[in-house]
Nanobody, 112 residues
Framework: QVQLVESGGGLVQAGGSLRLSCAASGIAFTRSAMRWYRQAPGKQRELVADINSDSVPNYADSVKGRFTISRDNAKNTVYLHMNSLKPEDTAVYYC??????WGQGTQVTVSS
């Protein structure tokens, strides 16, 4: 079955940390560039971070220095480590794989 399943969201205080996971199945994971997006209420979905098949990461300016994307090819899983969380990081976070495969999303809420 081709799917992405996210986990790890939750409620955290500002300054706290969370780790999101995205488990992939049914895709050529080791050859796939993977992405994390987020969508806050009333806003467009935005790209947060991506990682290519060589594990080279890229980040949105808003999360650079606070978030880290990584992948474990043995587990077909991509992670988003989020530190120093801010209330403006509150959103539903989605995992994405080529082409146009999305996870169900996981809610991250950061309280001030």
């Amino acid at each position: 079955q081709v799917q992405l399943v996210e986990s790890g969201g939750g409620l955290v205080q500002a300054g706290g940390s969370l780790r999101l996971s995205c488990a992939a199945s049914g895709i050529a994971f080791t050859r796939s560039a993977m992405r994390w997006y987020r969508q806050a209420p009333g806003k467009q979905r935005e790209l947060v971070a991506d990682i290519n098949s060589d594990s080279v990461p890229n980040y949105a300016d808003s999360v650079k220095g606070r978030f880290t994307i990584s992948r474990d090819n043995a587990k077909n899983t991509v992670y988003l480590h989020m530190n120093s969380l801010k209330p403006e990081d509150t959103a539903v976070y989605y995992c994405y794989a080529p082409w146009n495969l999305w996870g169900q999303g996981t809610q991250v809420t950061v309280s001030s």
